[in-house]
């Protein structure tokens, strides 16, 4: 798994003068105060960590960052829920396919994790503490309460996982990181027509580059054909054929999940567990047979005087 953490302030600002976006994998703390003080100087803090979403993949080293560093956390008021203990994240559909990534996804933690008091609703007026010039765009589908933000001056836009730059479904996709335009991971979208709307926002701020969740920034005219046409024809080119949320969503309100609809019968475990087991037996039958074998050894003859 490879995601995105992004520092927004000018380089060498000092303490408290820039914001991290989103906290990375769990364990990675460490490298992220190391590359935060590279770029603004020893012992620099930000002054706010800002989430797109609560994923376990977007906030793995949160509380160890928030805590040491003593800073206060934003979301959506309807992410918090999912931070301060009182709700899961609906399951991961590992039937959508698509590659490893998406198959191991029933392995993936869905929290609850709690913050408790540290985390607060951002602003209701749109503004982004820490970040002038900046406003956060509602955009749900991967998550109730996804956000994004966008700087109207230079016309850049921090999507978060509502579209992403990696075929994030495909573990060697996610390794080569070829840069192209994908609609959310499909294996922890919940509500497909909510993604689809969002993509349509988003594209609608005709963005000059993009950073988002999983993947490379991309920018200028390729960027933003591919993402107009991610918009136009978002059913055929993110929304998986089959899937546990494809004709219904997860139900959420603001106390979190309040229904999910059933799995989706997928074969491939079934396939790969006779496949386990027949190869178990066809070993079991070959260490019986050699077992069961005679030795056809002669006896040896000793001769004593």
Do not use: C
Request: proline share 10%.
């Amino acid at each position: 798994m490879i995601v995105n953490v992004l520092f927004v302030g000018q380089p060498n600002a000092g303490d408290s003068s820039w914001v991290l976006v989103d906290a990375g994998l769990y364990g990675s703390a460490n490298r992220i105060k190391h590359a935060a003080e590279e770029r603004y100087g020893p012992g620099a803090r930000p002054q706010a960590i800002i989430l797109t979403h609560g994923h376990f993949d977007h906030v793995g080293a949160l509380e160890e960052l928030a805590t040491g560093w003593d800073v206060p956390i934003y979301a959506h008021e309807t992410e918090l829920p999912y931070l301060t203990g009182g709700s899961a994240y609906p399951p991961p559909d590992p039937s959508v396919g698509g590659g490893a990534m998406a198959r191991l996804s029933w392995m993936y933690p869905r929290g609850p994790i709690n913050l408790g008091g540290r985390v607060r609703p951002l602003p209701t007026d749109g503004s982004v503490p820490g970040m002038p010039g900046w406003r956060w765009v509602h955009t749900p589908g991967h998550t109730a309460g996804h956000v994004s933000f966008f700087r109207e001056s230079d016309r850049t836009l921090i999507a978060g996982d509502a579209f992403v730059t990696v075929k994030q479904e495909s573990a060697l996709a996610v390794l080569t990181q070829r840069p192209e335009m994908n609609g959310p991971p499909k294996y922890y979208t919940s509500d497909w027509q909510a993604a689809r709307g969002s993509v349509e926002k988003l594209a609608g701020l005709q963005p000059s580059i993009v950073a988002t969740g999983h993947g490379v920034p991309m920018r200028g005219a390729q960027m933003q054909q591919q993402l107009q046409e991610l918009a136009r024809n978002f059913d055929r080119l993110a929304v998986p054929a089959h899937g546990r949320y494809v004709e219904q969503p997860a139900i959420t309100n603001e106390r979190g999940v309040v229904s999910v609809p059933p799995p989706i019968s997928d074969p491939l475990p079934k396939v790969l567990a006779g496949v386990g087991l027949a190869a178990l037996a066809g070993a079991a039958l070959i260490l019986t047979s050699r077992r069961k074998a005679p030795t056809n050894k002669r006896k040896r003859r000793y001769r004593t005087t």
